[in-house]
């Protein structure tokens, strides 16, 4: 006995033909939002004495410092600062690209797309 599938369930040609077309939308909608995240900006700040901005590919474009956080007998708070304010920059980076992602996906975790970010 062979089982039978509800309507619009079934494998045929017109039914994969729209997912096989739904898929390509999807993969090159992750992709132009791949490239568009990678082109943002994200700062973050330590202790408000040290600011850090990269962009999509957590690459550093800005490291700003108060002059007020240079102590030359407490470098190792400064290290921290900056380690902390690039930390908080890349998370966001991160975050930002996996809700981007999967408003696109929706939650879904697709092989082949997670490359992508």
Avoid at 17 to 44: H, I
Wanted: cysteine-free.
């Amino acid at each position: 006995m062979k089982a039978r599938l509800p309507q619009g369930y079934g494998g045929g040609p017109g039914n994969m033909n729209q997912m096989l077309k739904q898929a390509q939308k999807m993969q090159q909608d992750a992709q132009n939002l791949q490239a568009e995240l990678e082109e943002r900006e994200y700062t973050a700040t330590s202790g408000g004495m040290v600011e850090v901005t990269i962009d999509g590919t957590h690459h550093i474009k800005n490291i700003s410092i108060k002059p007020e956080a240079v102590d030359p007998d407490d470098v190792e708070m400064l290290q921290d600062m900056i380690i902390a304010a690039f930390n908080s920059a890349v998370d966001e980076a991160i975050n930002t690209a996996d809700e981007e992602m999967s408003k696109i996906t929706g939650g879904l975790n697709l092989p082949g797309m997670n490359g992508l970010f």
